[in-house]
């Protein structure tokens, strides 16, 4: 499966709060957080749920992976979304070994595997 998803009963709020100190306790900040609904409600669009994505990036990590290969850019920084969905709050991301697939450089394996396995980490720890 190219994503890994979780669902909790916290609110979406309460999980971006949790996401982003699980995050920021591995190294990983939140670069932007943008919010959906409210964009969308700007612009004339209703969304009926409350849906919030994250950028997120370890700047050691990521000057490493572009300095080896700068097709990586195409997948920075990582995005962990955190949405409503059926009454449940789910948080999500892209799984970082199948992003890294598309440039086929074996090189880079084991670091998208590491950064995934921390990602996943902070998520299991956030819900």
Known sequence: ?????????????????????SLKSEGFGVLWDFNVK????????E????????????????KSMIDQNPLVSYFLPCK??????DGLTKLGMARPTKLIEFIN????????KDIEERMIACMNQSI
């Open 1 to 21: 499966m190219f994503h890994y998803t979780l669902e909790t009963k916290k609110s979406v709020e309460q999980t971006v709060d949790s996401i982003q100190a």
């Open 38 to 45: 409210d964009t969308l409600q700007e612009k004339g669009y």
């Open 47 to 62: 969304l009926n749920h409350t849906y919030r994505i994250l950028e997120v990036c370890n700047p050691g990590e990521a």
């Open 80 to 85: 962990v979304v955190v949405y409503e969905e």
């Open 105 to 112: 450089d074996d090189k880079l394996n084991d670091t998208a």
